[in-house]
T-cell receptor
Framework: GAGVSQSPRYKVAKRGQDVALRCDPI?????LFWYQQALGQGPEFLTY????????KSGLPSDRFFAERPEGSVSTLKIQRTQQEDSAVYLC????????????FGPGTRLTVL | QKEVEQNSGPLSVPEGAIASLNCTYS??????FFWYRQYSGKSPELIMS????GDKEDGRFTAQLNKASQYVSLLIRDSQPSDSATYLC?????????FGAGTTVTVRA
């Protein structure tokens, strides 16, 4: 079956621009996660959705970061007024159940802020 | 102190040998433990999950968990060049995963 998909795969933004990153989870998966991965590091948690409810946004670095999942399926991570330190790979993952279970990652979006 | 620590690597092993990867974690409330494989430029791929103390085998991979020692390991038997990748240890006490920085494994032919 289809896995997690993300778009765009690559995004180059000028400092100060707004960007929107899309995640389409595995069909039927209740939980959706966003992670940020810097070069040479493991992914860092950003936010968690259970269906359409955002239950945890404690990992979002600043109020410039905003995520939504309005219909409990596709999710969008938006970054306003991008800064160079936002350059990273943004990974989306989904899992079948609510709560802790196996998470499956999409291919990621590599964001470069110039 | 980071929540999840892994061997810094890189780890170089000859083809056919056993690669041994180690991971320690700080949160005693952790319940779920995972190993992900990440090829260069790709996203993490789940290869093993383990939830209770002891060993779990899947093909050439064996995960070992010791909650008392807060330690989880991954053994790769009969290592192949295609096993060359970064291996990420991930730990969860609720829903979110905490990752180590990864150990890069190179299998030399």
């Amino acid at each position: 079956g289809a896995g997690v998909s993300q778009s765009p795969r690559y995004k180059v933004a000028k400092r100060g621009q707004d960007v929107a990153l899309r995640c389409d989870p595995i069909s039927g998966h209740v939980s959706l996660f966003w992670y940020q991965q810097a070069l040479g590091q493991g992914p860092e948690f950003l936010t968690y959705f259970q269906n359409e409810a955002q239950l945890d946004k404690s990992g979002l670095p600043s109020d410039r970061f905003f995520a939504e999942r309005p219909e409990g399926s596709v999710s969008t991570l938006k970054i306003q007024r991008t800064q160079q330190e936002d350059s990273a790979v943004y990974l989306c993952a989904s899992s079948l159940a609510a709560g802790g279970s196996e998470q499956f990652f999409g291919p990621g979006t590599r964001l470069t802020v110039l | 102190q980071k929540e999840v620590e892994q061997n810094s690597g890189p780890l170089s092993v000859p083809e056919g040998a056993i690669a041994s990867l180690n991971c320690t974690y700080s949160d005693r409330g952790s319940q779920s433990f995972f190993w992900y494989r990440q090829y260069s430029g790709k996203s993490p791929e789940l290869i093993m999950s383990i939830y209770s103390n002891g060993d779990k085998e899947d093909g050439r991979f064996t995960a070992q968990l010791n909650k008392a020692s807060q330690y989880v390991s991954l053994l790769i038997r009969d290592s192949q060049p295609s096993d060359s990748a970064t291996y990420l240890c991930a730990v969860s006490s609720d829903y979110k995963l905490s990752f180590g920085a990864g150990t890069t494994v190179t299998v030399r032919a």
